[in-house]
């Protein structure tokens, strides 16, 4: 399958601070990404949705203010988490898919485990 | 909207043993049907997927199924393995393109 690879794989930050995740694809071209939230023995819950040149859609509950994600090319995608808090702290995947949309397969990233101190 | 629900929540068995994994999904317009292992701390690592056109894959020891009238997906482990131990994951793929993802089953392969 397609790999993805997501930078970095884990993060210390202090509370206030800014943190920037990387997701990319190395071998498609990802036309959509995908970043998902995962808390300690929770499942993964989808953050929102981002599709190359354009504005991410956050699904309900995720302030957008807090979780800048930005698409400019078609293999990568980052998502800054802002001023962050200890409630931050969790497990975040990114997924990608390519551009045939329906029965395309999303690969995902090796995920990043933020820890804010 | 969809929802995927996964049970049991956690799974002991003894190592050699043949085991089900289910997963029921409320909105049967699922286009697939993917699952997933995570191992402690760990990203995912994608089993088998099963497009809405198909009824089942196969991959070595794991056989995944899909009935849409149903809403219902089993995975099915043949000879565990204590390797095996991890949570398995049940995602759905909707038409809107998103991707839910069940709670999960921590199963854990006795020695």
């Known amino acids: 399958g397609a790999v993805v690879s997501q930078h970095p794989s884990w993060v210390i930050c202090k509370s206030g601070t800014s943190v920037k995740i990387e997701c990319r694809s190395l071998?498609?071209?990802?036309?959509?990404m995908f970043w998902y939230r995962q808390f300690p023995k929770q499942s993964l819950m989808l953050m929102a949705t981002?599709?190359?040149?354009?504005?991410?859609?956050?699904e309900q509950g995720v302030e957008k203010d807090k979780f800048l994600i930005n698409h400019a090319s078609l293999t990568l995608s980052t998502l800054t988490v802002t001023s962050a808090h200890p409630e931050d702290s969790s497990f975040y995947i990114c997924?990608?898919?390519?551009?045939?949309?329906?029965?395309?397969?999303?690969?995902f990233g090796q995920g990043t485990r933020l820890t804010v101190v | 909207k969809q929802e995927v629900t996964q049970i049991p929540a956690a799974l002991s068995v003894p190592e050699g043993e043949n085991l089900v994994l289910n997963c029921s999904f409320t909105d049967s317009a699922i286009y697939n049907l993917q699952w997933f292992r995570q191992d402690p701390g760990k990203g995912l690592t994608s089993l088998l997927l099963?497009?809405?056109?198909?009824r089942e894959q196969t991959s070595g020891r794991l056989n995944a199924s899909l009935d849409k009238s149903s809403g219902r997906s089993t995975l099915y482990i043949a000879a565990s393995q204590p390797g095996d131990s991890a949570t398995y994951l049940c995602?759905?793929?909707?038409?809107?393109?998103?991707?839910?993802f069940g709670k999960g089953t921590r199963l854990h392969i006795l020695p």
């Open positions: 099963i497009q809405s056109s198909q």
């Open positions: 071998d498609f071209q990802a036309t959509t």
């Open positions: 981002s599709n190359e040149g354009s504005k991410a859609t956050y």
């Open positions: 997924s990608a898919r390519g551009p045939l949309r329906w029965n395309t397969e999303a690969f």
């Open positions: 995602a759905g793929k909707n038409r809107d393109d998103k991707i839910i």
